[in-house]
């Protein structure tokens, strides 16, 4: 069984930086791709950003792209997602997620971490 296991939200200010991690135990690391999500209060859970099982294909949200960068470290076993130069309308629970084919539906993926929280003063 895998599981996730999300770390490094929290509060921080506009213009501000956060990294987030992932940490996966159970399965074989490599054979998955992995995403993150995120669900703001009373909005749907979206997509933010994926990697592919090797690392060599990612694909953001528009609302991110140039911001945020995820990265992968295979003998880790962790999954990063890199935050810079966040806003308030980041705020929201972001979750990290585990699937076999890299995509940017929920519906694509199999394991799912309990999330994080991330909150952007402005």
């Known amino acids: 069984q895998v599981q996730l296991v999300e770390s490094g939200g929290g509060l921080v200010q506009a213009g501000g930086s956060l990294r987030l991690s992932c940490a996966t135990s159970?399965?074989?690391?490599?054979?998955?791709?992995r995403g993150w999500f995120r669900q703001a209060p009373g909005k749907e859970r979206e997509f933010v950003a994926s990697?592919?099982?090797?690392?060599?294909?990612?694909t953001y949200a528009d609302s991110v792209k140039g911001r945020f960068t995820i990265s992968r470290d295979n003998p880790k076993n962790t999954v990063y997602l890199q935050m810079n130069s966040l806003k308030p309308e980041d705020t929201a629970v972001y979750y990290c997620?585990?699937?076999?084919?890299?995509?940017?539906?929920?519906?694509?993926?199999?394991?799912w971490g309990q999330g994080t929280q991330v909150t952007v003063s402005s």
């Open positions: 997620a585990a699937g076999t084919s890299w995509d940017t539906m929920s519906s694509a993926y199999d394991y």
């Open positions: 159970g399965g074989t690391f490599s054979r998955y791709a």
């Open positions: 990697i592919s099982k090797s690392g060599g294909s990612t």
